[in-house]
């Protein structure tokens, strides 16, 4: 049997057969520390979170934006609310056999 290595970029989880390939990738992005970004915001009336509308991040002359995606965010939530309801149904159940 033979054991094989594999290198693993630490930002992107991409696998590589040899380390200076992973170190390539590894060097290619850029960390929190040297992004220039800034966050830009809706008013409280529209958006309740606090969370930033978009970031304008400016990397090389040019000005990307990044924008949140608010509708998946949503369903999300719901889902997790859902979920949070089924498991205090049973927790209400269990009670009521417990009084009687
Ligand atoms: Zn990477």
Redesign the pocket.
Known sequence: MKEKIIYV??????EFENKED?EK??A??LTKASLNFEPHYASADIDHTGLPDYLTLKHNDKEYRYERKLVEYKKEQQKEKDKDKEKNKDKDKGKDKGKD
Do not use: L, M, R
């Open positions: 970029c630490e930002f992107c989880g991409k992973a990738c590894e290619n992005h």
